[in-house]
């Protein structure tokens, strides 16, 4: 605390990421990063990129991302946004299309930046409580709202809503926004970029973090209609005008473009997943259907800050969140190599036995 400090900065309560240990040897199963490295075609892209034209300055519009990302997801280039990670799209989007009279509304158990965004910006916002099943149900979002955000599937509980459930939550939500946080669609979901046409009200966001291997590289991007777009493109015109460096773009255009990479990668991770939930639960834990690279799960008896402790002593790294209640008893576990899910399977072994 100083003397110095805004009243904005008194009041923030910031994010906390998830920890990045400088030991080695550890096996990193805590923030979702994939255990596969990038495309090698991105690493030739980076090494390129090492070169005198770094004197000049990037693209500001990161036009050739753009259109990659268009053509890959065919919608129109100026349909797409990039940024600096997702997480710079997400905090642009907050303050740009989320901060209205009525309240924001995201679900009690979700991706905790989204109240930290509300409060740097002086958003307000009201959660709503997901069921017993720890579901999103959309009935429960039909009241009034300035905006509603959820992640698709949601973390750090790894459900999966069905397109035809957010379609539902579309056609009777007209009036705001209704971004869907698509980080770990990739995994078993299918993408609502497939709606941003029909419903102009619709943002959706991904990361290059998860998918795509390049937590590292920091690239995030958003599809909508052409309208949403262009206030992104005013507050980061207002903020930043080249969030994305040379390296970022020249990755991410390399990333993109490289499908078969992309698919190898994402389907080994859901095999591993299959793979280890059914270990895991032979052992006794109790896990969330997952559609994402990680899964939330909980032992029958034994509690989820204790094992996550006793994982540590053996080198193991997972994610364990102390509120709300409801979440205390479980461990978010990133989906890792084959080898690393079986290094945990045996480390959990030895600590029931
Ligand atoms: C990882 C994650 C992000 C942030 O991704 P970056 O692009 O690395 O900033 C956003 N939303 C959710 C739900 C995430 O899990």
Known sequence: MSKFWSAVVHGLTPYIPGEQPKLNNLIKLNTNENPYGPSPKVIGALQAEAADTLRLYPDPNSDQL????????????????????????????????????????????????????????????????????????????????????FPNPNAPTGRLLSLAEIERLLKANTESVVVIDEAYIDFGGESAISLVDRYPQLLVTHTLSKARSLAGLRVGYAIGHIDLIDALNRVKDSFNSYPLDRFAIAGAVAAVNDKAYFEET???????????????????????????????????????????????????????????????????ITIGTDAQCDALVDALKDILA
């Open 66 to 149: 753009k259109a990659a990302i268009a053509d890959f997801y065919e919608v129109e280039p100026v349909q797409v946004f990039v940024g600096n990670g997702s997480d710079e799209v997400l905090a642009h989007v907050f303050q740009a299309l989320l901060k209205h009279e009525q309240p924001l509304l995201f679900p009690d158990i979700t991706y905790s930046f989204y109240p930290v965004y509300c409060g740097l910006y002086g958003i307000e916002y009201k959660t709503i409580p997901l069921n017993d099943a720890f579901e999103i149900v959309v009935e429960d979002y039909k009241q009034p709202n300035g905006g509603i955000v």
């Open 266 to 332: 994402r389907h080994k991770v859901i095999a591993t997943r299959g793979n280890l939930v059914s270990r895991l639960e032979s052992l006794g834990f109790e896990i969330l259907p997952s559609g994402a690279n990680f899964i939330f799960a909980k032992h029958a008896v034994r509690d989820g800050a204790e094992l996550t402790a006793k994982l540590r002593e053996r080198s193991i790294i997972v994610r364990h969140f102390k509120n709300p209640a409801r979440v205390v008893p479980y461990m978010r």
